[in-house]
């Protein structure tokens, strides 16, 4: 199963995807029939109420939970077929796919430093060039200053920034962040979404951001919505920077 | 990057205690072998000293390293009759317990063959040999005697011109060596008023036979007559045969002779080993079980790290950490416990082992072999955690 991705395709596409726990009396559909797609340099915000299938889909586009029905491809490589795998997952999460959550999820013993340089490293990117690249982003993301401290003596903000550029260490095609500026006050939050829009459109990566912050609708350039288990289109229509590009199943 | 070096930096002095522990854990393990050595050298110690090629003891015993053996001293003479025999000495060997100096002294008392025997050859660490035939002694360190120390044992006093190193009994009581008429004077030392009442009782019976009657005179010299006619007895001849000589051919002329047995120095060897073989045993049932311990113990010490690293083994996981990164951090950090545990036990053990009352003889071998049950125990250890690590799922982090 060796994986294949093309640049001109969409960073991500998906089809029909459905995810039903349980079974029988006990089961609960939280993802139905679920289709869009993410272009290359396009900041997608995927909102909706706790429970509406928001984490399910994204774990899902993540390659961290198959659906049980449907198709992911990303960047053109088919990669799930329901819950039937098309490729070596880990690995192709690995190369392709940068994850940020409300919680940063840092390694608690590394540094901000060996953070992103991990992602890196187990990418089998040399060491060396595993630290300067971390250093690059670090700098990039304004907590150069900051790379010898470990997890706990960093801000909120600082942590963020750092699982941002962890995310972004091995060149993504696909960014996943699931709230990641709930536990930021909202300059901080305001500052990571702008990060994202910077990074999407200079790294030409897809970024799908679930969020509640309703504050930063601006900055993305689509957005979906997820109610029930099922995307549609936002009930307000888009903000006018990103009208032509409302949320349409594919 | 090594992540288990990173997480064991991130939670040092924890780490450091946690060795320490396994590290007080192994150091018993390895004291454990040290005194199953010291067994067996000690024990070995008394016959490698020897340098027999043949052992005669009294007639159906073992010998006396494994119970009481006496023979005449007078058959020291009797093996030259033999074709092939260099030499043939007296042995004596007895543990005995006295008072000095308010404390209790217990030691092994041997004979040695002086002048042909002074000692010279024993590892003597401090004074010289014995320099005459009577009255002097050489002890072992394990006695706490000194040099010059006057020692009374029975009717003479002994003066320490010596003091060895590693002469212990296989019982753990140190030596002590004296000519061998001092040593069997020790050995057969009786007190006065038991001479006296002895005297009396075979005057006595002398008197009630026709030839106590007859001889009154005898009844006189009695005393004298028994002391003059008495056998001194010995624990065993050390005999050693020309070289070119092959010891069996002796010992097979020596086996004619019915009130003796001979046995040559490598069934010797079995029985000294075969006396100390339930105290190997012991030691080694000890051991196995403090082996079993130490890596159940290093088992729920490495699966309590492991669990406390799940949500961060996740978060690898979900980056798309390869299994072997993730079974390479818990690995190394087992490993690497095992490692310092085995280090600290060594430096630990040295310092000490010698204030231990018995020889903890740790030998190359025996700390190989411990540096390999270390690192069985740290692999075995480590495979609960392994197991743990390999069964959380990435989708973890989101909970």
Redesign the interface.
């Known amino acids: 199963m060796r994986a294949t991705i093309r640049s001109d395709a969409p960073a991500v596409e998906a089809q029909s995807l459905t995810k039903v726990y349980g079974h029988g009396n006990t089961e609960v559909v939280a993802m139905r029939d679920a289709s869009f797609q993410v272009q290359r340099g396009e900041v997608v915000a995927l909102l909706g109420p706790s429970g509406a299938g928001k984490s399910t889909l994204l774990t899902a586009i993540g390659l961290v939970n198959p659906p049980t029905s449907g198709r992911i491809t990303i960047s053109g490589c088919p990669t799930l077929d329901g819950p039937r795998p098309l490729v070596n997952l880990r690995a192709f999460r690995r190369k392709y796919i940068g994850f940020v959550f409300q919680k940063a999820n840092l390694i608690p013993f590394l540094t901000a430093l060996e953070n992103v340089q991990v992602a890196m490293e187990i990418n089998d990117a040399p060491p060396r060039k595993a630290r300067k690249r971390a250093l690059e982003l670090l700098d990039y993301l304004g907590i150069a200053d900051r790379r010898h401290g470990l997890p706990s003596t960093l801000s909120g903000g600082q942590q963020q920034r750092v699982a941002v550029a962890r995310a972004l260490a091995n060149n993504p095609s696909l960014i996943l962040a699931d709230e990641p500026t709930a536990a930021l006050d909202s300059h901080r939050g305001r500052q990571v979404m702008e990060l994202f829009r910077m990074v999407a459109h200079e790294q030409k990566a897809g970024v799908i951001v679930v969020t509640h912050d309703h504050r930063a609708l601006d900055v993305f350039d689509r957005i979906l919505e997820m109610e029930d288990g099922v995307l549609r289109p936002p009930p307000n229509g888009p903000s006018s920077r990103n009208a032509e590009t409302r949320a349409q199943p594919a | ?1 090594n ?1 288990a070096v ?2 064991i ?3 040092l002095s924890r780490f450091l205690l946690t060795a320490l522990g396994i590290g007080m854990l192994l150091m018993i393990v390895m004291g454990m072998g040290g005194i199953y050595q010291g067994f067996t050298e000690d024990a070995m110690s008394f016959l490698d000293r020897a340098q027999a090629d043949l052992w005669i003891v009294q007639r159906g015993t073992r010998g006396p390293f494994a119970e009481i053996s006496r023979i005449p001293w007078s058959l020291e003479n009797r093996p030259y009759a033999v074709t092939g025999v260099a030499s043939a000495r007296a042995f004596v060997y007895q543990t005995i317990q006295r008072e000095y100096q308010g404390q209790s002294l217990r030691m092994t008392v041997q004979g040695l063959a002086w002048p042909q025997d002074d000692g010279r050859e024993l590892p003597l660490i401090a004074g010289r040999a014995l320099g005459q035939a009577h009255y002097e002694m050489l002890a072992d360190r394990i006695l706490g005697l000194r040099l010059g120390d006057r020692v009374p044992l029975g009717k003479d006093v002994y003066t320490v011109v010596g003091i060895t190193a590693g002469m212990v009994s296989t019982a753990g009581d140190g030596s002590a060596f004296f000519t061998v008429p001092d040593a069997i004077a020790i050995q057969y030392d009786t007190p006065g008023e038991a001479i006296r009442l002895e005297r009396q009782t075979q005057q006595a019976q002398l008197a009630k036979q026709d030839l106590g009657n007859t001889q009154p005179f005898l009844r006189d010299q009695l005393p004298s007559l028994a002391t003059a006619l008495s056998t001194k007895y010995v624990s065993a001849i050390v005999v050693k045969v020309a070289p070119g000589v092959d010891p069996a051919d002796a010992a097979k002329a020596m086996s004619a002779w019915r009130d003796v047995t001979v046995y040559p120095n490598d069934a010797q060897r079995e029985l000294m080993l075969k006396s100390i073989e339930r105290n190997r045993k012991q030691l080694g049932m000890f051991r196995t079980l403090l082996v079993i311990i130490s890596a159940i113990i290093m088992a729920l010490i490495l699966y309590t790290l492991t669990l406390e690293k799940m ?2 083994i996740a ?8 299994n072997r ?1 993730v079974v390479a951090l818990i690995l190394q950090q087992a490993l690497l416990l095992g490692a310092l545990g085995y280090g600290l036990a060594y430096c630990i053990g040295l310092w000490v082992f010698p204030y231990f009352p018995r020889r903890v003889a740790v030998t190359h071998e025996n700390l190989v072999q411990l540096a390999l049950i270390v690192l069985a125990i740290s692999i075995i250890s480590s495979l609960l955690g392994i197991w743990k690590a390999m069964s959380v ?3 973890e ?2 909970a």
């Open positions: 990057m992540l990173r997480d930096r991130h939670k949500h961060d978060m690898l996981k979900l980056m798309g950490a390869r990164t799922q990435p989708n982090v989101l």
